[in-house]
């Protein structure tokens, strides 16, 4: 199968912007990756400061639905704060 000249052409430049995309996700990941190492040099939780980037993307009535469903379900299983405290 023979492509046409300029299907050759859309293909190499989709190539190209592929190309170029993934290193500049590379570099990308690499700078996040030294803040996370600066945050956890500066005595900061690395897995708690993720969590709370995930948190933050998250629309607002879908987290407080998930942690109304995790505040259920430590209750159910003595976890949650109210009954430590009773204890």
Known sequence: MQLQTS?????????SRIERLEEEKAALS???KEVYAE???NG???KALRKLISIR???DNK???????LTTYL???G?????????
């Open 30 to 32: 690499a700078d996040l």
């Open 57 to 59: 993307k998250q629309d």
């Open 7 to 15: 299907a050759k052409d859309q293909l190499r430049a989709f190539v």
């Open 44 to 46: 900061f939780d690395v």
């Open 79 to 87: 976890m949650d704060e109210e009954e430590s405290e009773a204890a």
């Open 75 to 77: 209750h159910a299983l």
């Open 39 to 41: 945050a956890k040099g």
């Open 63 to 69: 987290r407080r639905e998930e942690e109304m469903i």
